[in-house]
């Protein structure tokens, strides 16, 4: 694992200086992932921060004022500036990282962050570390609400590890919403070990198999797929390596639950959505196949009632009916019923059936 760690260390401190010296499109975010909120703080993030930016995705979930952030690869820290801000004076936004250099990046624009936030004082922390190992640099067990990452826990060398790490920081009801690459097949030792190919987020991708079975295994019955993309590397001499292995780009959500089911089972149970998510008047996705809409009644399985119910998004929704009666698995074939309610629809990739 040190050996892993100490050639992404040199990657990223020492080989990678900016966004334009990456080698493929794997760490580049495209600007429709971001959301309106995040769009509006982004032009308050100092530009060294932002020319040293290296993500895929747009991790950053809504409802997060007051709340306890980390930011799991931090890097120069873009993210958890952003979150910090979204977070409000009431948050606080940690960033953890291994890269000293990145750190340095990231600290040395606090002070200036603080101002350009308007803040009387300054709510982020950045420490140094390994994402498999947060115990060491203090995080507590149930310290923190909402964990996300972009495009990094491809890097690490034990993604179980990593994954029972969140677990255990999270409070319970606690979100992680994280972006990444993935893989259809697991990759080849020689192709994974390839200092280049680990550095630009692919050699370490997720086969999304093995993926299902880590977040089964660390105690993520469920988790839901919000979008999907798929990476082109525009670097023929690291594609001619590749061969016919496909990545892509997945933003997960998942909540720490304990009584999800690994499978979506039907109670019977209906959810309203009031409208009350931060930029989301008329709707709000919980994930890639769950579109609720404002006031319209929907059929929900088990598992996404407790998603709703027991997690911060409960003040936006309204539950009917608990789990006293079972009906059996739940129906995920989708469709509109004679009584005007919305059944879930068929899902388009996810870690379970709805």
Request: proline share 3%; aromatic share 10%.
């Amino acid at each position: 694992m040190s050996k892993i760690h100490d050639s992404l260390q040199e990657y990223y401190g020492n080989v990678i200086h900016g966004t334009s010296d990456l080698k493929t499109k794997a760490c580049m975010c495209t600007p429709d992932a971001h959301s309106k909120e995040v769009r509006a703080v982004m032009p308050l993030i100092a530009d060294e921060i932002m020319a040293r930016f290296y993500g895929c995705g747009s991790p950053i979930p809504p409802l997060i004022e007051g709340k306890t952030i980390l930011d799991l690869g931090c890097g120069t820290g873009r993210d958890v500036y952003i979150a910090a801000k979204l977070a409000g004076e009431s948050g606080f936004a940690i960033g953890v990282d291994m890269t000293g250099e990145q750190l340095a990046v990231a600290r040395a624009h606090e002070d200036e962050q603080r101002v350009r936030f308007g803040f009387e004082k300054s709510n982020v922390a950045f420490h140094r570390g390994f994402i498999e190992d947060l115990a060491t640099i203090g995080i507590g067990d149930e310290t923190v609400d909402v964990v996300i990452s972009n495009c990094v826990i491809n890097l690490s060398p034990s993604k179980e590890a990593v994954f029972k790490e969140i677990y255990r920081v999270l409070k319970p009801g606690g979100e992680l919403f994280f972006s990444d690459v993935f893989a259809d097949r697991r990759i080849p030792e020689t192709i994974s070990m390839d200092p280049v190919i680990r550095g630009e987020c692919l050699g370490g991708a997720m086969y999304i198999e093995d993926f299902r079975r880590i977040m089964q295994k660390t105690g993520w019955a469920d988790f839901r797929v919000m979008s999907v993309r798929a990476i082109s590397m525009d670097n023929e001499n690291i594609e001619k390596k590749a061969g016919f292995i496909q990545f892509s780009e997945r933003t997960i959500r998942a909540f720490k639950i304990n009584d999800l089911e690994d499978i979506c089972e039907d109670y019977g149970q209906v959810a309203y959505y009031n409208g009350g998510v931060t930029g989301y008047p008329h709707f709000f996705d919980l994930d890639d196949h769950h579109r609720f809409y404002t006031g319209k009644p929907m059929l929900v399985c088990g598992n996404t009632s407790a998603m709703l119910e027991q997690t911060r998004y409960s003040k936006a929704f309204r539950v009917v009916g608990d789990r006293s009666v079972h009906y059996g698995v739940f129906d995920c074939s989708g469709g509109n019923r004679s009584d005007g309610i919305t059944s879930e629809c068929l899902p388009l990739a996810s870690g379970s059936c709805c």
